[in-house]
């Protein structure tokens, strides 16, 4: 098989070139002696580390932090073109959710008469997507340019690094932003693959873990935003699943796992399961417990175990349990009114003020409650 750019075929108007050699053709006639000289030198440093050691690139030159938008992107909610559509007659593409929503074409303004499929500039981006990241190793010189191959006659691909994990995420918020709901999902759907194949390499490792509890919350955010309680949960719960595996001591682990199970206690006590929302109201108020235990400094850990009292004495109260209630609102209180925020922490102090306030009417609702019962 050829070791050509897998783009060069795809490009549009530039003969079959790789577009960004094409794209950067005159910089680099003006720089071939530099470059000759670089390419000799990576050469030799990649004979001395071995190909196995050379990490994967983007076929297009790009990583996660230098993506620009361009071509294979949409200019309404800016992350790459999903489900590609062009609006008619004026043939201005965009993803097919974002210009539904135009009667005019946000780019020039002519009337959208129609919108039709571009199943061609679809099929480029898919290719895109599925290519970053996952480039070849480098052949040696004895390869004669063949592809490696392992025992099954597969093609054997540099570790999917998380610049590719990265970069899908960095368009997912983007689409997620922008109310492309389905972008976002098929985005961090194939993020979430990478890391359980990943997984299936390394065992448990605490980082893929990590990254693997967080992409699937934000799948159960996708689903949740789209009406699909049912799956939504499906993805929170799993999430808590992979984020119960690690250590309490890493907080932005602490924060993600707590509110996946909060949304899972969301959408049941929605759905009028309140003996579910308990349970999982409970089971992350433990993990802050365990967290304030572990950063008994970190002031946004005892304002976080407050909203958790708060949200299981809200289903205490509601369940019957009045004197239960009462007693977590007032730990809650407790929590807060002992908790002394200085000057630079004016966006925690504002928090703290928002929950204790909410604290105080339940426990004045609750003294109104009783004052009021007959004698």
Same mark, same amino acid.
């Given at each position: 098989?050829?070791?050509?750019?897998?783009?060069?075929?795809g490009?549009?108007?530039?003969?079959?070139?790789?577009?960004?050699?094409?794209?950067?053709?005159? $910089?680099?006639?003006?720089?071939?002696?530099?470059? &000759? %000289?670089? $390419?000799?030198?990576?050469h030799?440093?990649?004979?001395?580390?071995?190909?196995?050691?050379?990490?994967?690139?983007?076929?297009?030159?790009?990583?996660?932090?230098t993506?620009?938008?361009?071509?294979?992107? #949409?200019?309404? #909610?800016?992350?790459?073109?999903? /489900?590609?559509?062009?609006c008619?007659?004026?043939?201005?593409?965009?993803?097919?959710?974002?210009?539904?929503?135009?009667?005019?074409?946000?780019? #020039?303004?002519?009337?959208i008469?129609?919108?039709?499929?571009?199943?061609?500039l679809?099929?480029?981006?898919?290719?895109?997507?599925?290519?970053?990241?996952?480039?070849?190793?480098?052949?040696?010189?004895?390869?004669?340019?063949?592809?490696?191959? /392992?025992?099954?006659?597969?093609?054997?691909?540099?570790?999917?690094?998380? %610049?590719?994990?990265?970069?899908?995420?960095?368009?997912?918020?983007?689409?997620?932003?922008?109310?492309?709901? %389905?972008?976002?999902?098929?985005?961090l759907?194939?993020?979430? =693959?990478?890391i359980?194949? @990943?997984?299936?390499?390394t %065992?448990?490792?605490?980082e893929?873990?990590?990254?693997?509890?967080?992409?699937?919350?934000?799948?159960?955010?996708?689903?949740?935003?789209?009406?699909?309680a049912?799956?939504a949960?499906?993805?929170?719960?799993?999430?808590?699943?992979f984020?119960?595996?690690?250590p309490?001591?890493?907080?932005?682990?602490?924060?993600?796992?707590?509110?996946?199970?909060?949304?899972?206690? /969301?959408?049941?006590?929605?759905?009028?399961?309140?003996?579910?929302?308990?349970?999982?109201?409970?089971?992350?108020?433990?993990?802050?417990?365990?967290?304030?235990?572990?950063?008994?400094?970190?002031?946004?850990?005892?304002? /976080?175990?407050?909203?958790?009292?708060?949200k299981?004495a809200?289903?205490?109260?509601?369940?019957?349990?009045?004197?239960?209630?009462?007693?977590?609102? &007032? =730990?809650?209180?407790?929590?807060?009114?002992?908790?002394?925020?200085?000057?630079?922490?004016?966006a925690?102090?504002?928090k703290?003020?928002s929950?204790?306030?909410?604290? @105080?009417?339940?426990l004045?609702?609750?003294?109104?409650?009783?004052?009021?019962?007959?004698?």
């Open positions: 098989m050829s070791s050509l750019c897998p783009f060069a075929k490009a549009i108007g530039v003969g079959g070139v790789c577009p960004m050699k094409s794209a950067e053709k005159t $910089k680099e006639s003006n720089n071939n002696n530099t470059n &000759k %000289e670089e $390419k000799e030198e990576k030799v440093e990649e004979q001395k580390i071995g190909p196995a050691t050379i990490p994967a690139k983007c076929p297009y030159g790009y990583d996660s932090e993506f620009k938008l361009g071509p294979l992107s #949409c200019m309404i #909610c800016q992350a790459l073109l999903y /489900d590609s559509s062009k008619m007659p004026c043939a201005h593409k965009f993803c097919k959710v974002c210009i539904s929503r135009f009667r005019d074409c946000p780019l #020039c303004g002519a009337d008469e129609k919108i039709e499929p571009d199943t061609d679809q099929a480029t981006v898919d290719r895109f997507i599925d290519g970053h990241a996952r480039i070849k190793r480098t052949q040696s010189s004895s390869d004669k340019g063949e592809e490696t191959v /392992d025992a099954q006659g597969k093609v054997i691909y540099e570790d999917v690094s998380m %610049e590719r994990g990265a970069f899908l995420v960095q368009q997912a918020m983007r689409a997620f932003r922008a109310r492309n709901i %389905e972008s976002a999902k098929s985005r759907g194939l993020c979430a =693959e990478d359980r194949a @990943q997984l299936k390499v %065992e448990d490792s605490e893929l873990c990590s990254q693997l509890g967080a992409v699937l919350g934000m799948l159960g955010d996708c689903c949740r935003s789209m009406g699909d049912d799956s949960i499906k993805y929170y719960e799993e999430s808590a699943e984020l119960s595996k690690l309490i001591k890493d907080l932005e682990v602490v924060h993600t796992l707590s509110v996946s199970l909060n949304k899972v206690g /969301d959408l049941q006590y929605y759905a009028g399961d309140l003996q579910s929302a308990r349970n999982y109201y409970a089971r992350s108020l433990e993990v802050r417990r365990q967290a304030v235990k572990e950063h008994s400094n970190a002031s946004s850990q005892v304002i /976080d175990l407050a909203t958790s009292l708060a299981v809200d289903v205490d109260r509601n369940l019957g349990e009045e004197n239960t209630a009462i007693n977590g609102f &007032k =730990e809650a209180v407790e929590c807060l009114e002992s908790l002394k925020l200085d000057s630079s922490e004016a925690l102090e504002k703290r003020r929950v204790l306030d909410f604290l @105080q009417n339940q004045t609702e609750n003294s109104s409650q009783v004052s009021s019962s007959p004698a």
